[in-house]
């Protein structure tokens, strides 16, 4: 455990000092300015159309009144919803592109540049390298989902609106997410270019098929831990479903570790 832990380490440490990680990490600073002055100014909006409206129907009876207040909060819920739905989707897919990244190029390009050699001259075994480098990987996801998770509450407090029932699981699931992809990224990099790999992982999810192909039931399922219309719409996230996704995607990830340390140990290395 001791090694897996020191190439981890090793790992974190070489994606911390590439400049496309850390600004892909910084996106989630520029979401929450951005879409903190999107909320703003909507809400300017609904209030300035609001209290027009208040204006031209100033002789209209306190009911009235009372029921263009409920439209105006019901707009301004909505509002929120929304700006948070496209906040959590922005970051999701920024999320999904670094665990690509990382997961895909974790391996390949330690075979590719002949550094791997090296690494397992020393007592490392094959099984060690492959494991801490994908542990390395999962910690630096865990920290964007901190950071996410950080960033929309700070946007919250910022923009003084509640924060939508649903995205408050969004985080873990997204880190849940980006493990599958990262984990069949990482397999699937131990057949083909980095790149290529990491295209098939996004897309192989089951979202791109109907019920009635077979594939459905083959590829991963993606679209359950993507939370973008349940923010949207404002839907619950039962915590039963939480259990089981994270459960699924332990099962998946293990699975896909499981087929690229049997391809790693009978890959030759050139």
Not at 3 to 22: E, T, Y
Not at 72 to 91: I, K, L, N
Not at 103 to 115: N, W
Not at 142 to 165: D, H, R, W
Request: glycine share 4%; hydrophobic share 55%; aromatic share 12%.
């Amino acid at each position: 455990m001791k090694i897996i832990s020191l190439i981890a380490a090793d790992s974190i440490r070489a994606l911390l000092h590439q400049r496309l990680l850390l600004g892909l990490m910084l996106v989630s600073l520029a979401l929450t300015i951005f879409f903190s002055i999107a909320l703003a100014e909507i809400r300017k909006d609904i209030t300035r159309e609001y209290s027009d409206d208040r204006m031209a129907a100033h002789s209209a009876t306190n009911q009235m009144n009372q029921t263009d207040l409920r439209k105006f909060r019901e707009r301004m819920d909505t509002a929120s919803s929304t700006t948070q739905a496209f906040f959590y989707g922005v970051a999701s897919f920024g999320g999904s592109i670094v665990s690509l990244f990382i997961f895909s190029t974790a391996v390949a390009s330690e075979i590719r540049r002949g550094t791997i050699r090296l690494t397992l001259s020393k007592p490392v075994s094959r099984t060690q390298f492959l494991l801490g480098k994908y542990l390395g990987g999962m910690v630096v996801m865990a920290g964007y989902a901190l950071i996410t998770s950080v960033t929309i509450f700070i946007f919250a407090q910022f923009q003084n609106v509640e924060l939508n029932p649903a995205i408050k699981w969004a985080p873990w699931l997204m880190f849940c997410m980006q493990l599958m992809m990262g984990s069949l990224a990482m397999l699937l990099s131990l057949f083909m270019h980095p790149l290529i790999a990491s295209v098939l992982a996004y897309f192989a999810g089951n979202g791109f098929y109907s019920l009635h192909n077979p594939l459905y039931y083959i590829l991963p399922s993606y679209k359950d831990f993507n939370v973008f219309l349940k923010v949207l719409e404002g839907s619950l996230i039962n915590s039963k479903d939480v259990i089981f996704l994270s459960l699924y995607a332990a099962d998946f990830v293990v699975i896909m570790l499981l087929l690229a340390l049997w391809r790693f140990r009978t890959k030759e290395l050139v």
